[in-house]
């Protein structure tokens, strides 16, 4: 499936003008950040995993079906798990949308507009555009990014809000 997933984000990154949507698991392999970050802004959509769950199951009758890794008997905890374990790569998008409130059409207002604020500049200034992590650390209750750059240290605080993180390190 991942072999799968990676040919298609190279062949809809290499579109112009597309929005593309993939999957919350497609972030993790190190190909697919590249191919995304080098051809595109990353928007982070962001909701609970209640609410995940709800509409997984609005929309399809055979969840396990379509989504074999939610399969067992506590899908909301299973998205709590891979959230937790996502959640260092989902700190690498460029802006995060929270659409547990929003409709599909103020999702797309809102990605509609974190996407003008970049093409117009109005980004947080200092925080290196084209920064990517070095690598990722892998540990049993977590993962992380850790970014290597000369002169980073000097703009560390609006590095931090640039990749979305907030609040005390």
């Known amino acids: 499936f991942r072999h799968l997933e990676r040919q298609a984000v190279a062949s ?32 982070c959509l962001e909701a609970t995993p209640e609410t995940i769950t709800r509409r997984l199951q609005e929309s399809s009758d055979q969840v396990s079906d379509l989504r074999p890794l939610l399969t067992g008997p506590d899908m909301i905890q299973r998205i709590s798990g891979l ?26 207002q809102e990605v509609y ?16 555009e084209k920064l990517s992590p070095a690598f990722v650390v892998e540990a049993p209750s977590a993962s992380y990014p ?6 980073l240290q000097d703009h560390i605080g609006k590095f931090l809000l640039g990749i979305g993180i907030r609040g005390p390190v």
């Open 12 to 43: 809809a990154c290499n579109s112009s003008r597309a929005v593309v949507s993939t999957g919350g698991g497609s972030i993790v392999d190190p190909d697919n950040y590249r191919t995304m970050i080098t051809s595109g802004v990353i928007i």
């Open 146 to 151: 850790v970014f290597v750059d000369w002169g």
């Open 113 to 128: 507009a974190r996407w003008q604020e970049i093409a117009h500049g109005a980004t947080n200034e200092g925080a290196s």
């Open 83 to 108: 959230k937790t374990q996502r959640q260092a790569y989902y700190g690498l998008a460029k802006h995060t949308v929270h659409t547990d409130k929003l409709t599909l059409e103020e999702v797309a």
